[in-house]
């Protein structure tokens, strides 16, 4: 199975500030690479699909980017409601997997 | 409104089954793959399996294949997964989930649940 590796595990960063988030894949996953938000006590939530393309009613400070192997999420302006731990998910292959999580805490 | 809605879960000893289900609502159900995905205690999302719109095409994670068996009945517009032989370690909350676009597999999810907790302990 493809495994996926989020870096870094945790990022403390303050409200305004810029989240770069990485996923890294064990083999080429072409483009088929999403991200979701995750708060505790809530339901994941679709953030970008297909390596940089934001799902519905997602704010424009999200966007993605990558290729073959390696991804980034970013967060141009940390606002309040962004921190939470976010995951990448690849669709590439069966069985799809997840990476393990980044937190964004607020420092 | 689109709205899924899990059940079913509960505490349950190590060997014994369950059945969990997810009523979905406000959209042509039968026209969506829906996926199983599972966050145990203090850890991350782990995709557990997906069963195609028309119940025929199901794939699943290598540590549930063969304990665990997703179905669905588009009548009733419920997809449900079922667990035998569980282990500690399958504690988690299960959440179903729904593909974003129609008549696909192995698309993204857009709409999730609110999740069903499973306990498993003696």
């Known amino acids: 199975e493809i495994v996926l590796t989020q870096s870094p595990a945790t990022l403390s960063l303050s409200p305004g500030e810029r989240a770069t988030l990485s996923c890294r894949a064990s083999q080429n996953i072409n483009h088929y690479l999403a991200w979701y938000q995750h708060k505790p006590g809530q339901s994941p939530r679709l953030l970008i699909y297909?390596?940089?393309n934001r799902a519905s009613g997602i704010p424009a400070r999200f966007s993605g980017s990558g290729s073959v192997t390696d991804f980034t999420l970013t967060i141009s302006s940390l606002e309040p409601e962004d921190f939470a731990v976010y995951y990448c998910?690849?669709?590439?292959?069966?069985?799809?997997?997840f990476g393990g999580g980044t937190k964004v805490e607020i420092k | 409104q689109v709205q899924l809605v899990e059940s079913g879960g509960g505490v349950v000893q190590p060997g014994r089954s369950l059945r969990l289900s997810c009523a979905a609502s406000?959209?042509?159900?039968?026209?969506?793959?829906m996926h199983w995905v599972r966050q145990a205690p203090g850890k991350g999302l782990e995709w557990v399996g997906v069963i195609s719109y028309d119940g025929i095409n199901k794939y699943y994670a290598d540590s549930v294949r063969g304990r665990f068996t997703i179905s669905r009945d588009n009548s009733r517009n419920t997809v449900y997964l079922e667990v035998n032989s569980l282990r500690v370690e399958d504690s988690a909350v299960f959440y179903c989930?729904?593909?974003?676009?129609?008549?696909?597999?192995?698309?993204?999810?857009?709409?999730w649940g609110q999740g069903t907790m499973v306990t498993v302990s003696s």
């Open positions: 998910q690849q669709r590439n292959t069966w069985p799809l997997t």
């Open positions: 406000g959209f042509t159900f039968s026209t969506y793959s």
């Open positions: 989930s729904r593909e974003k676009q129609q008549l696909a597999l192995s698309d993204v999810t857009d709409i």
């Open positions: 297909d390596t940089s």
